[in-house]
């Protein structure tokens, strides 16, 4: 604990805005994970249940289950079911608004934990900017007045003080920065998901028509009928190297 309260002595006044942003960083990031969890996102019980819900066409119970949550599939989900009974084109875009703003949500603040490691690292290195001009300015006085002599441990001891800083400032920027790139992939799995989920409801609210399914798999056995027909048959292809 005293060499911690002699590096700060040895740091200067730059070690004091480092250390406030690392609380703010670490703070940030406690509270973005905690907001990003899956069960508080896409809750798999409040999924289930409006799924049930509406497969059984019982809307008032769905709604329901819907407004006792907070979370934002449910918010997805109750944007659908007012939408219910519109067309299938009308309901994913309605859903897929809502989404766009639950996921602007959950992007708050995500910035700020980057911003804080990006930051970090040239507040240490202003610290030791100006840690070596005073370092220099002392060798000068000393030097004047020692009749150009100067002491090379005196000088040594003031660059070690001043990288201190920077030192501070990477120790904190490094495990921020892999903070905020966990944040980031948080959040395409979430958009995924959230996607995944109001596709679920958007199927047993407006099902795709069966002809576009049909014609789809049609039009896959028939490209593979004919690459099949295309294909020269292994036989003849013996035959034809044999002779």
Not at 116 to 134: N, Q
Request: charged share 25%.
């Amino acid at each position: 604990m005293e060499q911690l309260w002699q590096w700060l002595d040895f740091g200067g006044l730059m070690l004091i805005p480092i250390a406030v942003a690392s609380v703010v960083g670490v703070a940030l990031f406690v509270a973005r994970w905690r907001a990003h969890r899956s069960e508080r996102v896409i809750p798999l019980d409040t999924k289930i249940r409006v799924l049930q819900a509406v497969r059984d066409e019982e809307w008032e119970r769905a709604d329901e289950i819907c407004r006792k949550s907070s979370s934002p599939v449910s918010r997805v989900y109750t944007e659908g079911l007012r939408f219910r009974g519109a067309k299938r084109r009308e309901i994913r875009e309605a859903m897929e608004e809502v989404g766009r703003r639950e996921m602007n949500r959950l992007e708050r603040y995500v910035g700020a934990v980057g911003a804080m490691a990006s930051v970090t690292p040239l507040m240490g290195l202003l610290g030791t900017v100006l840690g070596m001009i005073r370092v220099f300015q002392v060798v000068v006085d000393d030097a004047s007045s020692a009749g150009g002599v100067v002491d090379p441990t005196a000088l040594a001891g003031g660059i070690w003080e001043a990288l201190v800083t920077t030192a501070a400032g990477l120790a904190v920027a490094i495990p921020l920065y892999l903070g905020y790139r966990y944040l980031l992939g948080r959040l395409d799995t979430l958009s995924v998901d959230l996607e995944e989920a109001a596709g679920s409801l958007l199927d047993r609210l407006a099902p795709p028509p069966q002809g576009i399914a049909a014609e789809a798999v049609v039009g896959t056995e028939g490209a593979r009928r004919e690459e099949k027909e295309e294909s020269p048959d292994s036989a003849e292809v013996l035959a034809a190297e044999g002779a």
